[in-house]
T-cell receptor
Framework: DGGITQSPKYLFRKEGQNVTLSCEQN?????MYWYRQDPGQGLRLIYY???????QKGDIAEGYSVSREKKESFPLTVTSAQKNPTAFYLC???????????FGPGTRLTVL | QQQVKQSPQSLIVQKGGISIINCAYE??????FPWYQQFPGKGPALLIA?????SEKKEGRFTISFNKSAKQFSLHIMDSQPGDSATYFC???????????FGAGTTVTVRA
């Protein structure tokens, strides 16, 4: 059963704490992406990775960090430097140089 | 800075009616225009996509119309059903580029 999994579905953290969101795919896709979704603002790109051990900043990378040590995995860390981290976070993947992106089910992060 | 402008923000349609969502873009280098459908609490899923070499593409009850000279494209949902109630996002990209630029989304509610 191929697809993208994100965990956890809901995440709560206290202000000042770093938190890591998991994203795993078994589609054998080369590229992976992280988006943030806020009401009325659509999807905004945080980071993306075209190949293992390489990644690029998207439009709103400040306060976030990523790693790509394995093709299947692209974890996102929301650091304490992110001023407004409460949001719905979506991971996606695609084949190399193909525009069709497949999305995971998302993680809803709430900062208390 | 949003490269794709989407309207309306929300719409309500009666069962059996037509839903129309419009998007406009500025970057003439865009040559791939997908539409995504998202149900509450889920990740977006690709619904239909079009390239600018055609003016219309139809898949079932969903049709994309594309006007290259006006730099606009739209999604028509014919014979709208309650199961079509969702948020719809238009997007644009340069074919082969990794980044998609998303519109802000339209929440469609189909009343039975």
């Amino acid at each position: 059963d191929g697809g993208i999994t994100q965990s956890p579905k809901y995440l709560f953290r206290k202000e000042g704490q770093n938190v890591t969101l998991s994203c795993e795919q078994n589609l054998n896709h080369d590229a992976m992406y992280w988006y943030r979704q806020d009401p009325g603002q659509g999807l905004r790109l945080i980071y993306y990775s075209q190949i293992v051990n390489d990644f690029q900043k998207g439009d709103i990378a400040e306060g976030y960090s990523v790693s790509r040590e394995k093709k299947e995995s692209f974890p996102l860390t929301v650091t304490s430097a992110q001023k407004n981290p409460t949001a719905f976070y979506l991971c996606a993947s695609s084949l190399a140089q193909k525009n069709e992106q497949f999305f995971g089910p998302g993680t809803r992060l709430t900062v208390l | 800075q949003q490269q794709v402008k989407q309207s309306p923000q929300s719409l309500i349609v009666q069962k059996g009616g037509i839903s129309i969502i419009n998007c406009a873009y500025e970057n003439t280098a865009f040559d791939y225009f997908p539409w995504y459908q998202q149900f509450p609490g889920k990740g977006p899923a690709l619904l239909i996509a079009i390239r600018p070499d055609v003016s219309e593409k139809k898949e079932g009850r969903f049709t994309i119309s594309f006007n290259k000279s006006a730099k606009q494209f739209s999604l028509h949902i014919m014979d709208s059903q309650p199961g079509d109630s969702a948020t719809y996002f238009c997007a644009a990209s340069i074919l082969g580029d990794y980044k998609l630029s998303f519109g802000a989304g339209t929440t469609v509610t189909v009343r039975a």
